[in-house]
């Protein structure tokens, strides 16, 4: 199993990103994925989940209406689209697999910078 992000970077406030997760060894539609941030100093926080079957989305209250979690089953690839991104955002973002707090497997993650 292995999980590969990418798509990090600096931009200023108010930009976007989108980050990808390239998963091999399973088939991603099969399995809960999440997306995971940490910040400097800080300790993990979980940002987004999609869940295997329907699909459906969750999100932390500081990243709702502006992130968006969405897989490519055909490419087997995770993504999290990031728009109007804050200066708080700024983090290491990770994809793992499984649902929040009980995820088996984690990618190297990508930088994500927000800075003027």
């Known amino acids: 199993v292995q999980l590969v992000e990418s798509g990090g970077g600096m931009v200023q406030p108010g930009g976007s990103l989108r980050l990808s997760c390239a998963a091999s060894?399973?088939?991603?539609?099969?399995?809960?994925m999440s997306w995971v941030r940490q910040a400097p100093g800080k300790g993990p926080e979980w940002v987004s989940t999609?869940?295997?079957?329907?699909?459906?989305?969750y999100y932390a209250d500081s990243v709702k209406g502006r992130f968006t979690i969405s897989r490519d089953n055909a490419k087997n690839t995770l993504y999290l689209q990031m728009n109007s991104l804050k200066p708080e955002d700024t983090a290491l973002y990770y994809c793992?697999?499984?649902?929040?707090?009980?995820?088996?497997?984690w990618g190297q993650g990508t930088q994500v910078t927000v800075s003027s």
């Open positions: 060894g399973f088939t991603l539609s099969t399995y809960d």
């Open positions: 999609i869940l295997t079957g329907g699909g459906s989305t």
């Open positions: 793992a697999r499984g649902l929040p707090g009980t995820e088996d497997y």
